[in-house]
């Protein structure tokens, strides 16, 4: 070999062995590999030892570059292989710290330790182009600024973007469209199985550039969010008087705020049935048996559909314990309560669990 690795380039069909098939002598090229052709040769051995590579996450230049060098490789001799396998370990070995190529790389690692404000006014003076998934940053937005997109653009775009989603977040942003909206969408979904990935890359890509063009948001959730979050864990008495003092100034915004409102008497109406061994799971029983039992008026009825959609065993168990403990204060019941609220709401942020709308 001369101290230099040699390749094989396609084996002659005159040194066949008997009518085998195989050559008897592989024909060599003396020549000296290139970096790329033996990063070919390391994908293919550790292809062959069933180690899946992350390669999609590569530029597409570079995955084409390796397809092409793969293609141009055949038979590779024991000697050459040891070699190539030697310099990348030893290659490895000298390495003691890598960072991530280019200025998404970077955001990526410094992501959570600089504020998103940074992170934006980086993109914007870098002139960043999008490269590599478009979908992975898509999947982490928040579904405040997903929806818009959901509700503007085509349905196919729509369901595009919703198949791309992780189910919950998919399911969340379903549960936001008005009806006729959702069901266009869902439709539509049916019809992607022949869309192709290069027509859902260039799609990703122009949801992800526009999702850039937005200017970064102070605030993940939206008003209306925010205040329903605030009069979730209020006691009633508070959330009835903001209530009503917002619908004497701005109707319209205090109904956004009731439909993001969940309070412990929600559960009947807004909770499936299949969840609340979930719930219940996530309750210390104490809490949860004072929040059974100090629950009245239309509180009351979450407290009998937690108790019918349990085993009997254990609703007859929580309802003896209920009734050994007596009458439960109004500040110590509305604690409860709110520790329920708060384990569905924790439950539901994991994707564990899906509200209901409420609505028919």
Do not use: C
Request: charged fraction near 25%.
């Amino acid at each position: 070999m001369d101290g230099q690795p040699q390749f094989s380039q396609e084996p002659g069909a005159a040194g066949e062995a008997g009518g085998t098939g195989f050559p008897a002598r592989l024909p060599r090229m003396p020549a000296r590999l290139s970096k790329k052709a033996k990063a070919a040769i390391i994908v293919r051995l550790l292809a062959a030892q069933e180690v899946k590579l992350p390669l999609a996450t590569f530029p597409e230049e570079m995955q084409v570059e390796l397809a092409h060098q793969m293609t141009g490789l055949r038979y590779i001799d024991k000697a050459t292989l040891a070699a190539v396998v030697e310099e990348f370990l030893a290659e490895l070995e000298a390495i003691g710290l890598s960072f991530p190529g280019g200025l998404e790389g970077a955001l990526s690692v410094l992501d959570g330790t600089i504020s998103p404000t940074t992170a934006s006014r980086l993109r914007k003076n870098a002139g960043v182009s999008l490269t590599g998934d478009p979908w992975e940053r898509v999947a982490e937005v928040d579904v405040s600024r997903l929806l818009p997109i959901l509700t503007e653009e085509s349905v196919e775009i729509g369901a595009v973007l919703l198949s791309k989603l992780k189910v919950a977040k998919a399911a969340q942003l379903m549960s936001m469209l008005p009806g006729e909206r959702a069901r266009r969408v869902a439709y539509a979904i049916s019809l992607t199985s022949g869309v192709s990935p290069e027509v859902v890359q260039r799609i990703g890509m122009s949801i992800a550039a526009r999702l850039e063009a937005q200017p970064a948001q102070a605030f993940p959730d939206g008003p209306p969010e925010r205040v329903g979050a605030i009069l979730n864990f209020s006691s009633a008495t508070t959330r009835d008087g903001v209530l009503e003092g917002l619908a004497q100034t701005d109707s319209d915004f205090a109904e956004e705020v009731r439909r993001n409102i969940f309070t412990y008497a929600n559960i009947a109406t807004r909770v499936d049935p299949r969840d609340i061994s979930k719930i219940v799971r996530g309750v210390e029983q104490d809490v949860l048996i004072r929040a059974l039992a100090g629950a009245q008026g239309e509180a009351a009825a979450a407290s009998d559909f937690i108790l019918s959609n349990m085993s009997k065993r254990m609703a007859d168990s929580l309802r003896e314990e209920i009734e050994a403990l007596g009458q439960v204060k109004e500040s110590e019941a509305e604690e409860a309560m709110n520790a329920v609220v708060a384990v569905v709401r924790d439950l539901e942020t994991r994707g564990e669990l899906f509200l209901l709308t409420g609505e028919d």
